[in-house]
């Protein structure tokens, strides 16, 4: 079934202005009252979806896997975990979305499978040298008897990235032990995704998020990392710094140049949005393009600190980037593996106020956007989780855990898992704590000031206002005419924007304010952001039509509180 276009975009482009709501699928809604969420209760709660105003679903792995990493060890790429239900359970939750207009889009892990895909038990069954051991990464160690691994890299969860077999030889795994790393340089390797890929597409699928995408090839010889990393220091915290040798080979992009015409050969516009973590914004520029893929996480968003002088240079920078490889940004406040961002803003009140604002400023901005599950609901991080209950394998190597941002959805009800799944049903696989009865969905429901309602309306107005959404111009839009003035970059600081483009407004320190052009005969509307400890005044922006808090009025004009945001309209004159 067809899937509409958001107004004015041709159906192959959706994704270029598309909001994506992420699903973490053990998390989002339990059908079968097992404590775990799954596919069947995806199924339920998409009109959910739909009145929220969405336009796609990201749904994470829900693949045969024994779970050591919450799925993203996969021991079986064409099959529906029995925890998440079945294939049918996917058909029916796929041809029901479609027809509430949403399109889906599914985790592809191709870094790594599961120790328990059948690739590895036959590769632990045969010996060094052999063609099943050459589709992982399994080497000879060194010193004396090879004792010591390969080299000296490390795992992102932390400690060595080799773990030795009973046989002597020792295999990469850059994640969990359980998560062997393949061997993309072997022909046997890249055609089993491609086939994979058409598995997906073929039942449905409008695109893949590809996890770990920068990952796949590592540098010939498998060469140490070396004395680059500071004293006291994981390399995983030069990632996105610094070139390490299995992160952004050069090789990494023959596998995406192999994998668009896939996309391609498929009707209405499947995609791909990349994972990947680069050292430049022009080495990340390269994952993007008519050639290889369709978009990349735009992490810098995510990371900037609360304050307009953050905002404003990550902003300049996407949109600059998005000029230069010719797609719109990506923008992306929470996600899966990171803390909430209510929680990195302050926490309680105050990080729900700075939220608030953050989103109405990243709605207002050009490109696609990416929520996280519960961010409409304002959740905060649960930081308390008792040790024993947590499951992320991060934990147990380095004491870091993403259990608290995976915590399941309050839905309804007075006490947990607060309709999470159905009556009667076993407790969810982590616990809610109390004050979350206040932020369900049945709650925040019809309440005019909820975090929910908000995001309602704001979605809405992005949907409907002729200057929401669209490119930044120069980024693949026709429309979006105007040239490097309309992309917000530092030539159109000062300048007009193209329709679908950006304007910066002169405005008082803390503040930010940018304006989006709209079509001949359309009113303008302009984003502005108090960042600032005192309240402003908005006067000369127009009309308020949507603000993250109430807005005061005196004798100077509006006035915007501080960690508040607001979108304005001036009514066309002439």
Request: net charge negative; aromatic share 10%.
């Amino acid at each position: 079934m067809s899937v509409s276009p958001a107004p004015g975009r041709p159906a192959e482009d959706w994704w270029k202005s598309a909001v994506v709501y992420q699903v973490y699928v053990r998390s989002f809604a339990d059908a079968d009252g097992d404590g775990v969420g799954d596919l069947a209760g995806v199924r339920s709660r998409l009109p959910y979806l739909r009145d929220l105003g969405v336009d796609a679903l990201w749904l994470t792995p829900f693949y045969r896997s024994p779970m050591v990493d919450g799925g993203y060890d996969v021991a079986d790429y064409r099959d529906v975990d029995p925890v998440f239900g079945t294939l049918a359970d996917f058909d029916h939750m796929i041809t029901d979305a479609h027809a509430l207009g949403l399109r889906i889009i599914v985790d592809i892990v191709p870094n790594h499978t599961s120790d328990a895909h059948p690739w590895f038990t036959a590769a632990l069954a045969s010996p060094p040298g052999s063609a099943e051991r050459d589709r992982y990464l399994f080497r000879d160690g060194r010193g004396p008897g090879g004792d010591l691994p390969p080299n000296d890299w490390e795992s992102i969860f932390g400690g060595p990235a080799w773990t030795r077999v009973p046989d002597g030889q020792w295999y990469l795994h850059l994640f969990d032990p359980a998560q062997p790393d393949l061997n993309w340089r072997h022909p046997e390797v890249r055609a089993e995704f491609e086939d994979v890929l058409r598995f997906w597409l073929d039942r449905g699928v409008d695109g893949f998020r590809i996890d770990v995408a920068h990952g796949m090839i590592k540098a010939e010889g498998l060469p140490d990392v070396g004395d680059g990393v500071p004293a006291g220091q994981r390399q995983v915290e030069l990632l996105g710094r610094a070139r390490l040798p299995y992160f952004d080979q050069d090789e990494v992009h023959d596998i995406y140049r192999a994998w668009r015409p896939i996309l391609d050969s498929y009707p209405g516009g499947r995609m791909a949005v990349a994972e990947a973590w680069a050292e430049t914004p022009q080495r990340l520029a390269r994952y993007i393009g008519p050639d290889e893929l369709h978009q990349a996480f735009n992490f810098d968003f995510l990371d900037a600190t609360w304050s307009a002088d953050s905002f404003r240079k990550v902003i300049d920078t996407a949109l600059a980037e998005a000029t230069i490889v010719g797609a719109p940004t990506t923008w992306v406040l929470s996600n899966h593996d990171k803390q909430r961002h209510v929680t990195r803003y302050g926490d309680g009140a105050l990080g729900l106020r700075r939220a608030r604002a953050a989103a109405l400023m990243m709605l207002a901005l050009p490109g696609s956007v990416y929520l996280y599950q519960g961010e409409e609901l304002g959740l905060p991080e649960v930081l308390d989780l008792p040790d024993e209950l947590r499951q992320d394998p991060a934990f147990r190597r380095t004491g870091e855990s993403r259990d608290g941002c995976r915590v399941p959805l309050p839905w309804s009800g007075d006490v947990p898992p607060y309709g999470f799944g159905p009556a009667g049903a076993a407790p969810a696989w982590l616990p809610a704590p109390p004050t979350w009865r206040a932020r369900s969905v049945t709650a925040q429901t019809g309440v005019p000031d909820s975090t929910l309602e908000l995001y309602r309306a704001a979605l809405r107005l992005r949907r409907d206002h002729p200057a929401l959404p669209g490119d930044p111009a120069g980024a693949g839009d026709p429309a979006g005419a105007g040239g490097p003035a309309g992309a917000g970059g530092p030539a159109g600081a000062g300048g007009p924007a193209g329709a679908g483009g950006v304007r910066w407004r002169e405005s008082e320190p803390g503040v930010l304010a940018f304006s989006r052009a709209a079509p001949a005969g359309a009113p303008e509307l302009t984003c502005v952001v108090n960042f600032g400890d005192e309240p402003v005044t908005v006067r000369d922006y127009g009309t308020p039509i949507l603000t993250s808090e109430l807005l005061a009025g005196d004798a100077d004009g509006t006035t915007l509180p501080t960690d508040t945001a607001g979108w304005f309209v001036r009514p066309v004159t002439g």
